[in-house]
């Protein structure tokens, strides 16, 4: 990363990170309506893996149609496979882990859209996904536990407890 996107990000997190969630709370309702759309006219039971299956294929295009205009040119390919080839056999095993991980996790994702509010359902995740990362985070970088991090993984808790109870509520 070049040191001018750094202090771009630096100089204005909030809205950038106003963009993410943005970003972040849209996508889920963009691909519910994309499964439903399709399942409309379609009647097909493997409707929802092929919408995943074309958003992650879009997105690998777009991934390799930035690497190349970052590079700007045709050597941008080269650049891209020699920085590959850098990850080593652990690396490429790790890579796979994960690309296979994503996939599994878009498949499952879409699969609770389908059947759940995806407002609710996003919500329970991230605060999920918020509490196994602090969790994960202070075991691994060995920060410690501190009062401020067990009172948010507390709400966060709360707050997963609650969106949960909506459902069964009358």
Not at 16 to 36: D, F, H
Not at 92 to 117: C, E, G, I, P, R
Request: hydrophobic content about 50%; glycine content about 8%.
């Amino acid at each position: 990363m070049s040191s001018v996107s750094v202090e771009y990000a630096k100089k204005y997190k909030i809205p950038l990170m106003l963009v993410v969630c943005a970003v972040w709370a849209i996508t889920p309702i963009l691909r519910r309506s994309m499964v439903e759309r399709i399942t409309e006219t379609k009647q097909d039971k493997n409707s929802a893996v092929q919408v995943v299956l074309l958003i992650l294929g879009v997105s690998y295009v777009l991934v390799l149609g930035s690497q190349f205009c970052m590079s700007n040119g045709p050597g941008s390919y080269a650049t891209f496979l020699s920085h590959t080839a850098l990850l080593r056999t652990d690396g490429l095993v790790l890579l796979s882990v994960s690309s296979s991980l994503t996939v599994l996790s878009n498949l499952v994702l879409t699969a609770l859209l389908l059947q759940h509010n995806p407002g609710t359902i996003m919500a329970m995740l991230n605060g999920l996904t918020n509490f196994a990362t602090y969790a994960l985070g202070t075991v691994a970088f060995g920060s410690g536990v501190t009062c401020q991090g067990l009172l948010a993984l507390l709400l966060i808790g709360a707050g997963i407890y609650l969106l949960n109870k909506e459902k069964e509520t009358p």
